[in-house]
Every structure is written in structure tokens, then in C-alpha cells.
């Protein structure tokens, strides 16, 4: 075993005179296995010093820093030795120190993941799995898609003097369902109830006056985008028709009696 050095043994010598009395020091004796009175001189202070010889004559000091390590644990008793013997007292303490960060480190991480993965089972748990009636719900609560019913109004006029025609049968057909159908009044409004089940639904919508040209046009049955107002242009007057084949063959008729009687009366002067 290493020697204390002279330095260490003045601090270790220190520490037993501070730390110990006469009868405190005689029982660190007895435990060590040594007659307190066999220590040569007459004082405390002379006894120390020859306990600390007699266990460095016999490499016995690091039985000396066990036993006051225990009983005065608040004293950092193996500094006070050298760094060798330190070292032989716990040759282990810094892998040991490792072991315990190493372990507890470990140790927070599985706390954390176990944590998680409950929390994330209770939250499964607690939290209600969507049914079709949610989804359909969730899809059906933008503002774009909420199907509601509403008044539809057109005004229809006059293309060419801009006045409002009444009587216009206005008609709003979508597959699958019931046509709408609208007459519009003296002002040349006709407003037609769209159902919630036809809203925001495809559509074709057909304009009928007497007099003027059918308006056809595909809409879509939203609230926001429907237009309000149609100009009808006057139909077309057609020619009545001509009997002009039946016409010229009665007018050829007389001729070509006329021409075979010429003909014959040229036949018989001759």
C-alpha cells in the first residue's frame, strides 16, 4: 500500500484531534485492534500521532479511513489522504458515479415514453370515434355547402324597350326532382321557393314569353350566384309559305292547250 505522505499525515493528524476525544479516540483503538495504552506518549495529541505511524508502518491507514469515515461521515476523510490512496480506498467510485447517472438518465427516458403512450391511450379513449352522421355533419358545416331553403326573384323585360314583361312562365328543372315553376307579376318579377334538398344543386332554367324567344341556361342553385334578371328578344316573324310549284302549273296549263291547238290547225292547212 502506498505511504501517506507528510502533508496528508499533518491533515489526517488534525482531523483525528479535532474530530475525537481521549475516550472517542480509545474506542477508534478497540475497533482497530490496537491497545490505546501501548501508544507511546502521554498526551492526546501524541497518541494521534503515533496511531497514524504504527497503521502506516503496517499499510494499515486505509483500515483507519473506513472506520472514521463512518463514524464521522460529515468529514471528507479521504481527502486528507493522498490521491493514491484515495483511489485504493474506492477504486470503483468513478464508474460508479456512471453507473448511477447512466441508470437514472435511462430511467427518465422510459418515464417519459410510458407518460406519452398513456396519455395518448387515454385521449383515444376518452375521445368519441366520428360516426357517419358526424362526418356527414362536418362536411355539410362550411358555409359554402350548409343546404338551406330560400326565395329564389328574377325579373324578366323587354330587350329591345327595357319595360317588365308579365305572365313569363319562368321554370327551374333539376334531375330527380319536381320542376319549379314562376309567372311572373305586373313588374316582371316571378319568385320561386328553392326546397333545401334542391340547394347548391346543378339546374337548368327556361324563360317562355308569347311573343319572344325562348332563354335557356344552366345554373347552379346557389344562393349568392343566381341571376336576377333576363332580357327576352322578340321572336322572329316567319314568311308564310308559298304555293309557287301549284301556282305555275296552272298557269302553264292554258298555254300548252293553246300551243297543241296552234299545232294542229298548222297540220290541217297543209
Known sequence: MTKLQLASTTKLREALNECYNEDELKT?????????????????QSKVREL???????EQVRDLIEAVSKQRPHK???????????QQVTPYSSFQKWLVISAIAISSMLIVILVALLTRELFAISTPQPTPTTLSLAVTSTPQRTAMSFTYPVQIKAGDSGQPLPDVAVTIYVIGQA??????DANGYARILIDSNMANQPARLEVQAQGYEQQTLNIDLHQDTLPVQFCLGRR???SRPRLWCKTHQRLNQPVRLQSGLRHEARRHSN
Open 76 to 86: 471528507n476523510w479521504h481527502r486528507l489522504a493522498n490521491p493514491q490512496l484515495e
Open 236 to 238: 322572329r316573324q316567319t
Open 52 to 58: 497514524i505511524d504504527y497503521l502506516r508502518r503496517r
Open 179 to 184: 320542376p319549379l315553376r314562376g309567372i311572373t
Open 28 to 44: 477508534l483503538c478497540a475497533d482497530l485492534g490496537i491497545d490505546y495504552d501501548d501508544l507511546a506518549g502521554g498526551t492526546k
